[in-house]
């Protein structure tokens, strides 16, 4: 990295497993700043770092840069992750510390990734389209235009949406021949998958291999299977109609549930599964002592999903996209 892109004073290098901590806490007060809330705590932060570390393909020394201050602080961290190392699809979004942001620590990360995917991606077979893509957490105008300037396009917005559970939440009605039942460990993994593919058919955030999506969903303090929600058929032997794949957090308010998929297939929409659901998976962290839940949605979501989600309960809105 030539030293005209970094201000001066600052170095950029690969990290290393003792700056894990220092990283968390970079990632958690970077959204914080940004969506006014910290919308998670250090060691969920650390085990997503981790988690992209430990991701088939991705090597640490070569995919990841920290920029450390004159100070010895760290304060931009980036990678170039691609979440499964067959397809195109490149992420590199930069991470500033918080009062760092007129720098350009930013502009100088996103310089680093682009050629590094653009050579990964010369070894892909020739039929697989590649792009680089990024993400912002929260409202951040200056990062969206910097993004903007470094030749990106807007894609996606998302919407994170929040319910508080003052009192025990409506018993969910369920369609006629449908009720819900525990996930079963060993014997749903592939149903689950093929249900949420088929509910999130062209979305892009979704469009997954089974071998990626198991080592995502069931990566350690990311999804908790005893708190998901799977509708079925009452007969034997009946497929999935639906799915909530969710998990217990905590951020700088306390405790929340937070729903990370809530997936219909397109057979059984507008049957009033998707509320019965979100009513079911609500009375099970209110059971729990959780009294607040979230999600993140497509704000242009074209199934109605956030109309259902204002309908399950009076909910708060928190514009922005999702970690």
């Not at 970077?30 to 393909?57: C, F, M, N, Y």
């Not at 995502?216 to 999804?223: D, N």
């Not at 497509?298 to 928190?318: F, K």
Request: hydrophobic share 45%.
């Amino acid at each position: 990295m030539p030293a005209a892109d970094l201000p001066a004073g600052c170095t950029m290098h690969a990290p290393t497993p003792a700056d894990l901590d220092t990283l968390a806490a970079l990632l958690v007060a970077h959204g914080a700043a940004r969506a006014g809330k910290a919308q998670w705590l250090p060691p969920a932060a650390r085990a997503w770092i981790v988690s992209v570390w430990e991701t088939p393909g991705f090597v640490v020394e070569r995919d990841a840069r920290v920029i450390v201050a004159s100070d010895g602080q760290i304060v931009g961290y980036c990678t170039l992750w691609r979440p499964d190392e067959a397809s195109g699809y490149f992420v590199a979004s930069p991470r500033i510390a918080p009062g760092c942001e007129p720098l350009g620590l930013d502009v100088a990360l996103l310089r680093w990734a682009e050629p590094l995917a653009r050579q990964q991606a010369s070894a892909l077979p020739a039929d697989v389209a590649a792009a680089l893509n990024s993400w912002v957490d929260g409202p951040d105008p200056l990062a969206e235009e910097t993004l903007t300037y470094a030749g990106f396009r807007l894609a996606q917005r998302y919407l994170r949406m929040e319910t508080r559970l003052q009192a025990p939440p409506p018993a969910p009605i369920w369609p006629a021949g449908m009720s819900p039942r525990r996930f079963v460990a060993g014997a749903d993994e592939r149903a689950v998958y093929d249900l949420i593919a088929a509910a999130f058919a062209g979305v892009y955030s979704h469009d997954s291999s089974y071998d990626e999506w198991q080592r995502e969903t069931f990566a350690p303090q990311q999804m908790d299977p005893t708190l998901w929600t799977l509708a079925a058929g009452t007969a034997d032997g009946a497929a999935l109609a639906g799915v909530v794949i969710s998990r217990e957090d905590s951020d700088d308010e306390g405790r929340i549930g937070w729903l990370e998929d809530v997936g219909v297939h397109p057979a059984w929409r507008k049957r009033g599964l998707g509320l019965a659901m979100l009513h079911h998976s609500f009375g099970v962290f209110y059971a729990r002592g959780v009294t607040r839940c979230g999600l993140s949605v497509d704000a242009r979501n074209a199934s109605g999903a956030v109309r259902l989600y204002a309908r399950g309960h009076d909910a708060d809105w928190w514009p922005g996209n999702p970690l």
